[in-house]
């Protein structure tokens, strides 16, 4: 019959029915047959086109992807894998196997993706190449009692070691946080002519004025960060240095993701290249003329000196370490804020916590009250509760591993050697089984009310709660992030009397939504177009 029926059909007409009939054979094979026969293998979510897979929906919106395949799963929480370009992603959210994928750093790691993410920034193979070798007496870059990399580590990990020790907590830490702060304060201390106001387009001009928060937040933050990383020297180089980042950081996935032209990765091309002309100047400073640069880059730099990678490669790792320590504190720091100004009795309890940490040092011939920041982050269970629900409910980011053994996790499921696992925190965040049915709404008392049993409240702690990874590469900067973003809301609140904006109609704005649908590194700002709008005016 079906012969028949395709010796009338003209032949085009054929060609699409035979293709139509090989393409549902393959789906049947793949997403009904294939899972039968081999059951410890994790499921496909099913698609329709071989190679292509699901690489259009995850550029679409990549969190509602791995919603698709939590209920195809059942929420189970059963590890699923997705099809990118035809290389499959494990996605895993169960809290155990999350715990077994941090904790076996021998059977996950995490260094070929960071490969990947350092060829992405354009490092180039050779620099790769001199950055993996482990120095070995006789080598051209071993020195002995090496000051940058005592441990006689690769270039990478020393990288690592380097950062670590710039922002863990102890003196390098403080340094790097009281420059952050002091570029903040002083700052917010003057007048601006950015165009933060929503009045005029005369710029802001700290009076009385309406202005956008999020704009507000990014730049300062940004700008701070990069006080705080390089002193005065990319701003020398190019004053415009931080509208550069904001619109690098805002399109950066499609540089991670090495996205074709054809895709549309345009948007990060210019950013990127005015960025990579700053520190490609930077770097060629000699080291006399970069005095002011935190401690950890300019170890980074001797770094790299030692095992003398290229001057493009040594810029392009700088962007990168660059980028990392800005993706994410602005965001951060916009939700909390965003969440204060739409809830005045938080925001009033807040103000208490902020306010009892500025302090008159004795020592200081000023009298002027100075913040402790350290007693701000000791004594705000408030502010510290927001600020873990904010990191809770906004990150859409994920972890990566790459499985250099075959390896069963906890319900049965078998990973392959060589496969590349990826861990969702917005999904492991959002388990109802640990958080509750109201996941997805705003509730700071999850972390300061009493925990299970009434016993203390240890959801910070929790393995269903990872803001900042875990494992190998558990993020060094959480203290020092909790510093600035909890400094930058002491210094606003104490500089200006703010509070949401009201129309003529005195209508008021609803909370922004977050940007799920961009890939996302970290933290996510809202979706494009909404914002927090605050009536701004000077108290000193």
Known sequence: ?????????????????????????????????????????????????PFLGHTVSFFQNYVQLVEDGFNFTGRKREPFSIQLLGKKLYICSD??????????????????????????????????????????????CYITDNPVNPKQKSL??????????????????????????????????GTGDLDFCTTDGDGCMWGRRQASLYKLVSFFSVQATCQAMFGSHLFDIDDHVVEHMLEFNEHVWMKVFQCPSFWGAQPVKAPHAKLMAITRRFVNLPEE???????????????????????????????????????????????????????ESLLDLVKKETEAAWRVNPDDA?????????????????????????????????????ATEKTTLSGGKTIPQGGMLVIPFRQLHTNEAVWGDDVGRFNPERFIGPGAGGGANTKDRSSSFRPFGGGATY????????????????????????????GAAKVKQRM?????????????????GQDVIVDIADRL
């Open 1 to 49: 019959m079906l012969g028949d029926l395709i010796d009338v059909l003209p032949r085009w007409a054929t060609d699409v029915l035979l293709v139509g009939c090989a393409i549902v054979g393959w789906r049947v094979w793949m997403f009904t047959v294939k899972p039968w026969l081999r059951p410890d293998e994790p499921r496909d979510l099913p698609y329709w086109i």
């Open 95 to 140: 809290p155990r196997d999350v715990s077994i994928i941090f904790d076996n750093i021998i059977a996950f790691g995490f260094d070929e993706h960071l490969t990947n993410l350092l060829t992405s920034f354009g490092i180039s193979k050779p620099a790769l190449k001199r950055a993996w070798h482990v120095p070995k007496p006789g080598d051209w």
């Open 156 to 189: 990478i990990h020393a990288v690592e070691d380097i950062c670590t020790q710039q922002l863990l907590p102890g003196d390098r830490m403080d340094v790097w946080a009281d420059a952050f702060l002091g570029s903040v304060k002083s700052s917010l201390g």
């Open 289 to 343: 003329r970069r005095m002011g640069a935190s401690w950890a880059i300019t170890n980074v730099l001797r770094g790299m000196e030692i095992v003398g990678m290229d001057m493009e490669s040594r810029a392009a790792m700088v962007l990168m370490i660059f980028w990392a320590a800005v993706s994410n504190e602005h965001n951060s720091c916009f939700w909390v804020l965003a969440h204060l100004f739409h809830d």
């Open 366 to 402: 000023s009298g002027e009250p100075q913040l402790d920041i350290k007693y701000l982050c000791a004594n705000s269970p408030n502010l510290n509760s927001i600020f873990n629900e904010v990191l809770r409910l906004n990150n859409t980011a994920a972890a990566v591993r790459v």
């Open 475 to 502: 993020c060094p900067g959480r203290t020092l992030a909790k510093h600035e973003v909890f400094g930058f809301t002491a210094i606003l609140l104490r500089r200006f009397d703010i509070s949401l904006a009201r």
């Open 512 to 528: 922004p939504q977050l940007n799920s649908m961009t890939p996302s590194f970290g933290l996510n700002g809202p979706i494009q």
